[in-house]
């Protein structure tokens, strides 16, 4: 199919109500402002010393300190999945220690957040995360999965909070990142749809954006090699398709890091977003696993009506019929489906099951109507046996 034009930069927003973009951060964003230079002299190295020393080194073992779980347990705000197993129906509920996780706390006046014995060190950080991960996310018993997202959304918060207190840098705090980028992409696609006090897709967005950038100067900055980089560098790009910023970071890339097959099929995919060619988009994207799925499935409503768009110009006549099971194949979604997608859309569908096009009956349909669950089928099919604390883990391969 022959392109149209290109799109402008920015991506429009998803249909999920993420409306964040990546933006490349510094290594000063993240880590404070940096240091002087070094100038020869004993004043400038004490100097020098006396500024890596300022920085807290947290000394605490447990995934909560000590102060935290007295006090949430005398003020009864311990959550239910932090509770001592028979001790639910008491009147002040005792904290188990092996399940309290350190709440986010938001920076205040008068607030102390560097005190060592509060801060946990970036091997308790990472335990942590995996945890959060096996026991909580991952975990068939704990219902319903939108409390447990919002459980270990706020412990992560908690989680990175440390880590930027601390400077926290090198192959754990890659670790973490990228196990809390997995995350929040699968909780994007499985909690699409769900009502904003449940899951707010644009708190969901604005907090991965970050935590990929990190992600993304970590592999920057730091020392390798990072084994899956081209996994994440890949997902950045199809979450953010159509992006300027993110396109530009990828074809920034070493040569051989770009050429990988997870960049380059995501490169494909971007360059058919932005010359408006849903047909080939769609196409390529049955060749991406499931959590490359899960990146890219808010902008597949998109490309939807980009395609019924594109045909209703195309096939703009009285006397010309579409059948619905073709376009329902290019759309990669089944008849009722794609039915329900055209009439959104003023596509009509006549007896026979046949569409008819017409571009003055092209309409926009209300904001929020529609939702890219309604391609959640053909992303959960790829799924399959894939567990989800395995797939936050990066333990799924290909699959």
């Keep these: 199919?022959?392109?149209?034009?290109?799109?402008?930069?920015?991506p429009p927003p998803s249909p999920a109500g993420g409306?964040?973009?990546?933006?490349?951060?510094?290594?000063?964003?993240?880590?404070?402002?940096?240091?002087?230079?070094?100038?020869?002299?004993?004043?400038?190295?004490?100097?020098?010393?006396?500024?890596k020393e300022a920085v807290p080194r947290g000394t605490c073992q447990t995934m909560c300190p000590a102060r935290e779980l007295r006090e949430r347990q005398l003020q009864s705000r311990l959550h239910r999945f932090e509770v001592l197993a028979g001790s639910e129906g008491d009147r002040r509920p005792k904290a188990d220690p092996l399940r309290v996780v350190k709440e986010y706390s938001r920076p205040a006046a008068g607030k102390d957040l560097t005190h060592p014995a509060d801060l946990r060190p970036a091997a308790v950080l990472l335990k942590t995360v995996c945890y959060l991960v096996d026991d909580i996310v991952a975990s068939p018993h704990l219902r319903p999965w939108t409390e447990a997202y919002s459980f270990a959304f706020d412990r992560l918060r908690?989680?990175?909070?440390?880590?930027?207190?601390?400077?926290?840098?090198g192959l754990s705090c890659v670790a973490i990142l990228e196990?809390?980028?997995?995350?929040?992409?699968?909780?994007?696609?499985?909690?699409?749809?769900?009502?904003?006090r449940l899951y707010d897709p644009r708190i969901n967005d604005t907090h991965l954006q970050e935590n990929l950038s990190w992600l993304l100067d970590c592999y920057a900055?730091?020392?390798?090699?990072?084994?899956?980089?081209?996994?994440?560098?890949?997902?950045?790009?199809?979450?953010?398709?159509?992006?300027?910023?993110?396109?530009?970071?990828?074809?920034?890339?070493?040569?051989?890091?770009?050429?990988?097959?997870?960049?380059?099929?995501?490169?494909?995919?971007?360059?058919?977003?932005?010359?408006?060619?849903?047909?080939r988009l769609l196409r390529l994207a049955r060749r991406l696993n499931f959590l490359q799925s899960c990146a890219v499935h808010r902008h597949l409503v998109t490309c939807g009506r980009d395609l019924l768009l594109i045909y209703s110009h195309g096939f703009s006549s009285r006397n010309c019929r579409f059948p619905l099971g073709g376009v329902a194949r290019l759309l990669s979604l089944d008849g009722a489906a794609a039915a329900r997608l055209c009439a959104a859309y003023g596509v009509a569908l006549n007896r026979d099951d046949q569409l008819v096009f017409s571009k003055a009956a092209f309409t926009e349909p209300e904001q929020g109507k529609l939702h890219c669950k309604l391609y959640h089928a053909i992303v959960a099919e790829k799924q399959?046996?894939?567990g989800v604390g395995d797939l936050i883990h990066g333990f799924a391969g290909d699959k």
């Design 221 to 279: 900055t730091g020392a390798g090699p990072h084994a899956n980089q081209d996994e994440m560098q890949a997902l950045g790009l199809l979450y953010n398709l159509g992006s300027a910023r993110a396109t530009q970071h990828i074809m920034e890339l070493p040569d051989r890091l770009r050429s990988s097959p997870a960049i380059t099929l995501a490169l494909s995919i971007n360059r058919a977003f932005l010359e408006r060619n849903p047909v």
């Design 384 to 386: 399959r046996e894939l």
């Design 158 to 169: 908690g989680v990175k909070q440390d880590m930027i207190i601390q400077r926290v840098s």
């Design 1 to 10: 199919m022959s392109s149209l034009s290109q799109r402008r930069d920015a």
């Design 179 to 196: 196990r809390t980028v997995r995350f929040l992409i699968y909780a994007s696609y499985r909690l699409c749809g769900e009502p904003v």
């Design 19 to 51: 409306g964040g973009e990546w933006r490349p951060r510094t290594e000063e964003q993240w880590r404070g402002p940096a240091k002087s230079p070094v100038i020869e002299g004993d004043a400038d190295e004490r100097r020098e010393r006396r500024g």
